[in-house]
C-alpha cells in the first residue's frame, strides 16, 4: 500500500513534490531537492515555475493543465532548470489527488530522468487511489475493484457491498478538535481491516463513512454474522490521548448477485440500507431487502402521484348527510375526500389516506379540505340551510403546531358563519400522544374559535374512559363496524346501545355511522341513538346533489315512533330476544338452502329466545297478556323447525322449502307480539 507520507519518504529514488490546490509547493524529497540544488526551505511556499527552463512555449503548459483537470494526470518530457542555471530534461508525471474528506485536492509531480516509467506511474497511481489520512484504498480504488469483482464474479459466490457510517462523529471534532476524529478515523479504518478477512476491502469514502466489500459469503445469514461482528468492534471504546470515547455505527450492505450486478447500484442500495439504519435509531445494520425496496419505491411514486393531484386540483370532497332520526330532520354532512383522476376515475380515499399520512402530504390535504368544506358550509348558511359539517382531520395535520393558525386563518374569511357548526373529527390515537397538549389546543379552538370536535371511529380505538372524560368531543361517532350488524347480532347491538349510554352520560351526543337499513335506524332510535349517518339515508354525493336530495328526504315514519318509546335498560332484553329470535329463523332459511348446515337449536326452552322467555321474560312480564301471547307461537315456531329438519333428514328439500314459508308467518307473527310487549313496557305512564 502506498501512501503519498510513504512516497514522499527518505528512501525514494524518485524526485518528488507536492503542491495544495493553489500550487504552492507543500512538501519536496530529498532527491528532488539534489537535483535541483534548492534546499527544502527555498522551495516550501514556491510554485514549481521555480525549475521552469523557458525552453516551452507557454502552450506547452496550457495543454499539460488541459489533461491534468480532465483526466487527473500528465505525463511526458520536460526540460527543467537547476538552481545553478543548468538545464535538462526529465520525465515528469504529474496527478491531482483529491482529498475525499474535504475539497481540498493536491498535485503531485514525480520526475525521473532514469526512465522508470512503468514503476512511477504505478506509484503514482497508488498514491491518487489511497487515502492520505487512513491509508486506505479510497473511493476510486474502490469503485475500480468492485468493477473488477463483479466481472469476476463466479456463479457460486456472493458479495456484500457494506457502507459504514459512524454515529456521533462530528461531535468528536466538534468538541476534541479534528486531530482527535482523525486518530478515531485511523482507529476505525485499523478495527476494521482486522476484523475483515485478507480477500477483503475496506475503503474509505471520505469524511466518517467507509466501505468493506466482502467478498465471499455463503449468504445472508453469513453477512449478518459479519456485520454483528463490525459493529460489536467499532463500538469498542477509543482512547485518544486519556480521552475515553464511545461511539457507534449504522452500516447498510447490498448482496451482490442477488441485490444487483451493478457496482453503482449496490452503492445506492448500501447507502439507501444505511441511511435506513439511523433512521430506525443508530447502531445498527439493515440489509438491503428488494420486496422492501420495491415497496417504498412504489410508495414513493405514488407519494408522488398524490403531491401532483394537489397541485393539479384533482381532489374535490363529497359530503354524505347526517340526520336527526327522531326529528327526521338532515343536520349536517360529514365532508368526504375524492380523487377524481383523469386517467383512474374516481378513487376513494382509503386508496390514498393513508399514504398521505406517513408524510407532511396529509397537511397539505388537511389544508384543502378545511378551506373546501368551510367554504361550502359558508355558502349553505348564506342560502337558509343551517347545516353543520363534519371534517375529518388527521392525526398528523391536528399534531402540527400550526394546525389552531390554519382553522383561524379559513375561519376569519367567513365572518358571518356561527363557527359551532364546523366540527373537527378525529381519531382516538391522533391524541394519544401529547394529550395534554392536544387537549388543550382543542379546549383552545372550542373556546376561542367556537369550532366543535367530534371522535371518530369510537369504539375501535384502544382509549379508557379517564381519557374519553378528558376529550372536549361534543360528538362520539360510533363506528360503523359496530352499527352494520345492529339488526342481525345482538352482541352489536348491546354494544351500540353501552356506547349510546357512555356518551349521554357523558353529555355527549351519539352518532351511529354506517347505518345501512331503515330497520338499523328503528333499533337505533330505540336504543336512544337520534342521530346517524349512513347509505340507508344517502350516500356521500357532490354538495348541489345533496342540497337536491335534500329536498326531497323523507325519514321513515317508524322511526319517530319508535323513538318515543321510553326504554328503561331492564327492559331491553325483550330487543335482544326479538333479534335472537330472528337469526334463529335466518339460521333454519340458512340448512333449508344449503347455504350451511348449522341446524338452529330446536328446544323450544333451549333456544336463546326461549330462555329470555322462561327466565327474564316471565319473571318481568309474566303477568301482561302480551307476554302471554309469545308463549303459545314460540311453541309452534319450534314445532314448525322439527317439521322442517325431520323433512331435511328425509331428503324432502320441496316440502321443506314450503314449510318454512309457515315458518316465517309464525316469525312475523312473534316479532308482533314481541312489539306489543315493547310498546306496552315502554309507553310513558300518562
Ligand atoms: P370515516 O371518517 O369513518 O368516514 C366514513 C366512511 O364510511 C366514508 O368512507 C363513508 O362513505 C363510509 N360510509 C358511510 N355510510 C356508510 C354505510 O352505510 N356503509 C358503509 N359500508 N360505509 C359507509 P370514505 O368516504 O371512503 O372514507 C373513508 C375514510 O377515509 C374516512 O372514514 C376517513 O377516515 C378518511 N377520509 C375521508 N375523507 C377524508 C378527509 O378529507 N381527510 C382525512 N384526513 N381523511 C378522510
Ligand atoms: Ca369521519
Ligand atoms: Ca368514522
Not at 76 to 81: A, K, R, T, Y
Not at 480 to 502: H, K, P, Y
Not at 578 to 599: F, G, P
Request: glycine share 6%; with cysteine.
Amino acid at each position: 500500500m502506498t501512501t503519498i507520507q510513504e512516497l514522499m519518504s527518505e528512501t525514494s529514488s524518485e524526485s518528488i513534490l507536492v503542491t495544495d490546490s493553489n500550487l504552492r509547493i507543500i512538501m519536496a524529497n530529498r532527491v528532488f531537492c539534489e537535483t535541483t540544488g534548492y534546499s527544502f526551505e527555498e522551495v516550501v511556499g514556491q510554485t514549481p515555475a521555480l525549475v521552469r527552463s523557458g525552453h516551452h512555449p507557454s502552450e506547452f503548459y496550457c495543454e499539460m493543465w488541459d489533461s491534468i483537470h480532465r483526466n487527473g494526470y500528465w505525463h511526458g518530457e520536460i526540460w527543467n532548470q537547476r538552481k545553478s542555471g543548468e538545464i535538462y530534461q526529465e520525465h515528469l508525471s504529474i496527478g491531482v489527488v483529491r482529498n475525499l474528506g474535504s475539497d481540498a485536492s493536491y498535485y503531485v509531480g514525480i520526475y525521473n530522468g532514469h526512465g522508470h516509467l512503468n514503476n512511477l506511474n504505478e506509484q503514482m497511481t497508488r498514491a491518487a487511489y489511497h487515502d492520505p489520512l487512513t491509508g486506505l484504498p479510497n473511493r476510486l480504488r474502490l469503485s475500480q475493484r468492485l468493477q473488477g469483482a463483479i466481472a469476476e464474479a463466479s456463479v457460486d459466490k456472493q458479495m456484500a457491498v457494506v457502507l459504514l457510517d459512524m454515529d456521533g462523529f462530528k461531535p468528536v471534532n466538534d468538541n476534541y478538535g479534528h486531530a482527535a476524529g482523525d486518530r478515531i478515523l485511523i482507529d476505525v479504518a485499523k478495527r476494521l481491516t482486522a476484523s475483515v478477512r485478507g480477500d477483503d476491502m475496506v475503503a474509505r469514502l471520505g469524511g466518517d463513512e467507509f466501505v468493506v466489500l466482502l467478498t465471499d459469503i455463503t449468504d445472508e445469514q453469513g453477512c449478518r454474522n459479519t456485520l454483528e461482528r463490525l459493529l460489536k468492534e467499532l463500538c469498542k471504546t477509543y482512547e485518544i490521548g486519556g480521552l475515553k470515547l464511545r461511539l457507534g455505527a449504522s452500516l447498510g450492505a447490498a448482496i451482490h448477485p442477488r441485490d444487483s450486478n451493478d457496482a453503482d447500484t449496490l452503492l445506492r442500495y448500501a447507502d439507501e440500507a444505511m441511511y435506513q439504519a439511523k433512521h430506525g435509531g443508530k447502531n445498527r445494520f439493515v440489509i438491503h431487502d428488494p420486496v422492501e425496496a420495491a415497496r417504498r419505491q412504489d410508495a414513493q411514486a405514488r407519494m408522488q402521484e398524490i403531491h401532483n393531484a394537489l397541485t393539479f386540483h384533482e381532489f374535490t370532497l363529497y359530503y354524505q348527510p347526517q340526520v336527526d332520526l327522531f326529528k327526521g330532520k338532515v343536520i349536517g354532512a360529514e365532508a368526504l375526500i375524492r380523487w377524481q383522476s383523469p386517467e383512474h376515475g374516481l378513487i376513494m380515499p382509503d386508496q390514498f389516506i393513508p399514504l398521505a399520512e406517513t408524510s407532511d402530504l396529509a397537511i397539505d390535504i388537511g389544508r384543502f379540505v378545511l378551506e373546501q368544506g368551510i367554504a361550502q358550509v359558508a355558502k349553505w348558511h348564506s342560502q337558509g340551510l343551517e347545516w353543520r359539517i363534519g371534517i375529518n382531520i388527521s392525526p398528523r395535520h391536528l399534531q402540527h403546531p400550526r394546525f389552531i393558525d390554519d382553522v383561524a386563518g379559513i375561519l376569519a374569511k367567513y365572518p358571518n358563519l356561527p363557527s359551532h357548526t364546523i366540527e373537527l373529527e378525529i381519531i382516538e390515537s391522533a391524541a394519544l400522544e401529547d394529550i395534554d397538549e392536544i387537549v388543550d389546543m382543542m379546549k383552545n379552538a372550542r373556546n376561542v374559535l367556537g369550532v366543535s370536535w367530534a371522535l371518530d371511529d369510537f369504539g375501535t380505538g384502544h382509549a379508557s374512559l379517564t381519557y374519553l372524560r378528558r376529550l372536549p368531543t361534543q360528538t362520539l361517532k360510533i363506528d360503523r363496524s359496530f352499527v352494520d350488524n345492529i339488526t342481525q347480532d345482538v352482541s352489536d347491538l348491546i354494544m351500540v346501545e353501552g356506547m349510546t349510554a357512555l356518551a349521554a352520560s357523558f353529555r355527549r351526543e351519539a352518532l351511529a355511522e354506517g347505518m345501512e337499513s331503515l330497520e338499523a335506524g328503528r333499533l337505533l332510535v330505540q336504543i336512544g341513538c337520534h342521530c346517524a349517518q349512513g347509505y340507508a339515508i344517502a350516500r356521500p354525493m357532490p354538495p348541489d346533489a345533496l342540497e337536491e336530495w335534500a329536498k326531497h328526504w323523507r325519514p321513515d315514519p317508524a322511526w319517530r315512533q319508535l323513538g318515543k318509546r321510553k326504554w328503561s335498560r331492564d327492559d331491553m332484553p325483550i330487543l335482544y330476544a326479538t333479534l335472537d329470535h330472528q337469526s334463529w329463523v335466518e339460521t333454519m332459511q340458512a340448512l333449508v338452502n344449503r347455504q350451511s348446515n348449522i341446524v338452529p337449536e330446536l328446544n323450544p326452552r333451549m333456544c336463546r329466545f326461549g330462555r329470555w322467555q322462561q327466565s327474564l321474560g316471565k319473571s318481568r312480564y309474566g303477568d301482561l297478556p302480551e307476554y302471554a301471547l309469545t308463549v303459545p307461537t314460540h311453541e309452534e315456531v319450534h314445532q314448525t323447525g322439527h317439521k322442517i329438519v325431520s323433512l331435511l333428514d328425509c331428503g324432502q328439500q320441496a316440502a321443506a322449502q314450503a314449510e318454512l314459508k309457515n315458518l316465517y308467518i309464525l316469525r312475523d307473527r312473534l316479532l308482533q307480539q314481541m312489539d306489543s310487549l315493547a310498546e306496552r313496557v315502554t309507553r310513558i305512564p300518562d
